[in-house]
């Protein structure tokens, strides 16, 4: 019988997700890591979050702040001579460590993609005042203090709607009954 | 007259870019093309969605392609977020079959079905290729001869499927901004990325990559940007103050939807433009337009 390792494991979840297969066909060429504009922000490269992959450090890797400072910006993924989804790939690792709540403390962007998201899930569109607001509150208040010039200044200019656009309430429930039902179904895997 | 089902997004519909929206419809007039809002869309899901929820950011997608299915016409958005979102929804969907299956299973209790049929297409693509230059220039009532533009694609119009423009060194904005008589910039950065909603959990490393695009228009000679993307515009004209606040810099460089200069170029007026929501004021470099 084959034996199957932790890498074998990690991998085939990786691999489950849509644009996650692509970990396998990696060369090791560093092409993602050159083109990444935040590559020197990262803890591990890209490149180098794909081979801890391999190794089957699936802690480290899924607790790794890389892949949230991606911005999808696909750079990587027009440049890869393997035609690896990479800007995929790093949603499906931050998807992996969502779910095995892992997500890196060190960075602040899973708890503002989780604000944005239950926001969008309740109205079926994006308040960014009310988004930005509660975000700031959660995260930083004295951040939310720093930003009020910015937010002085988007309101002078008439940029600030305090009031989000409303879908009709059949509207509202039909998004709702859909995404209880895809959180029902478990991941995209 | 050409029809298209419209799909303006959250920023170009009430948020913050909501003169995105305003001079998209007053120059689709211009150009004789109807855009029909989209009854009832919700938010494509954007970045945060597609992050952390893959199969939910699909379904979100899913529903608007399916409502916009029954229409039967191209669906055109001015976000290029939108625009990416909502494609990778229509082509993850063909290519990967058990996540269609999934997705077909949560639409359906909504009533809804997708048959992947719709066409996702980006405003500019329709100004450029549908209704081409020509045509464009023959509407310019003010030519914008001695403007200085820098055309900043960002990331998400171009990137990552081919489309109607190179996804490295495009070339439709800085056609475009000549068709109106303006002059486009060399422009190293054009295609570069500005921070996005990174804006807001890391605001350090954004401000960096904002400044960067400053740097390149301006060492470019550049005395405006124009760009097809709401969260650049916002993240490069609002968060202008802060770059300078941060870096010690002057820049005072106004930031345009690409909408609103061919507005000014088609003598439409500052109500119709929303010119005076930039943050950055625009009227300095366009007051010999006006």
């Known amino acids: 019988m084959e034996k199957r390792t932790r890498a074998d494991t990690f991998i085939e979840e990786i691999s489950a997700i849509p644009g996650g297969e692509g ?132 309101l002078r200019h008439g940029r600030l709607s305090i009031k989000a656009r409303r879908l009709t309430p059949e509207g509202t429930n039909q998004l709702k009954a859909i995404l209880d039902k895809a959180e029902s179904l478990g991941g995209a895997s | 007259m050409r029809y298209y ?51 939910a950011s699909f379904c ?48 359906a209790v909504g009533g809804l079905e997708y048959h992947g049929t719709v066409r996702v297409r980006h405003l500019l693509d329709v100004f450029v290729n549908d209704i081409g230059y020509d045509e464009i220039r023959a509407k310019v009532k003010i030519n914008l001869g001695g403007l200085k533009v820098a055309p900043y694609y960002g990331c998400q119009m171009v990137r990552p499927r081919p489309s109607f423009d190179h996804p490295e060194n495009p070339q439709s904005l800085d056609k475009l901004i000549a068709s109106l008589g303006g002059e486009p910039v060399p422009f190293p950065l054009k295609s570069r990325c500005c921070g996005g909603s990174l804006i807001i959990s890391e605001e350090a490393l954004a401000l960096e990559l904002i400044r960067k695009i400053f740097d390149s228009a301006l060492s470019n000679g550049a005395e405006c940007l124009v760009t097809p993307c709401p969260l650049c515009q916002t993240n490069l004209d609002a968060y202008q103050s802060r770059v300078n606040h941060k870096f010690k810099a002057n820049f005072n460089l106004p930031v345009l939807f690409f909408t609103q200069l061919m507005g000014v170029a088609f003598g439409l007026s500052d109500e119709d433009l929303g010119l005076k929501t930039c943050i950055v004021p625009a009227e300095r470099v366009l007051a010999k337009y006006l």
Request: include cysteine; charge should be neutral; hydrophobic fraction near 35%.
């Open chain 1, 23 to 154: 970990i396998r066909l990696c060369i090791q060429c560093g092409t993602c890591t050159a083109s990444c504009p935040n590559a020197d922000r990262m803890d591990h490269t890209p490149s180098q979050l794909i081979a801890m992959a391999r190794a089957g450090m699936k802690e480290e890797v899924l607790s790794s702040n890389a892949m949230w400072h991606c911005l999808s910006c696909y750079l990587c993924t027009v440049r890869c001579p393997r035609g690896i989804k990479q800007t995929d790939l790093m949603h499906a690792l931050e998807c992996l460590a969502v779910r095995e709540g892992l997500s890196s403390g060190r960075t602040r962007t899973p708890a503002m993609y989780r604000s944005f998201n239950d926001f969008v899930y309740s109205l079926g569109s994006l308040p960014e005042f009310g988004f930005m607001t509660w975000f700031y509150m959660l995260t930083n208040p004295l951040r939310a203090f720093r930003m009020i010039p910015v937010a002085l200044s988007l």
């Open chain 2, 60 to 107: 979100l997608s899913a529903r608007n392609l399916a409502l916009a299915e029954k229409r039967g016409l191209d669906l055109v958005t001015p976000c290029s977020s939108c625009y990416v979102i909502l494609n990778r929804t229509n082509s993850h969907l063909k290519e990967y079959p058990q996540l269609k299956a999934k997705v077909d299973e949560a639409l």
């Open chain 2, 5 to 55: 089902t419209y799909f303006p997004g959250c920023s170009s519909s009430e948020g913050g870019a909501k003169a995105y929206g305003w001079s998209t419809q007053a120059v689709s007039k211009v150009l004789d093309i109807e855009l029909i809002e989209l009854d009832d869309w919700n938010c494509c899901g954007s970045t945060p969605y597609s992050s952390i929820e893959e199969l």
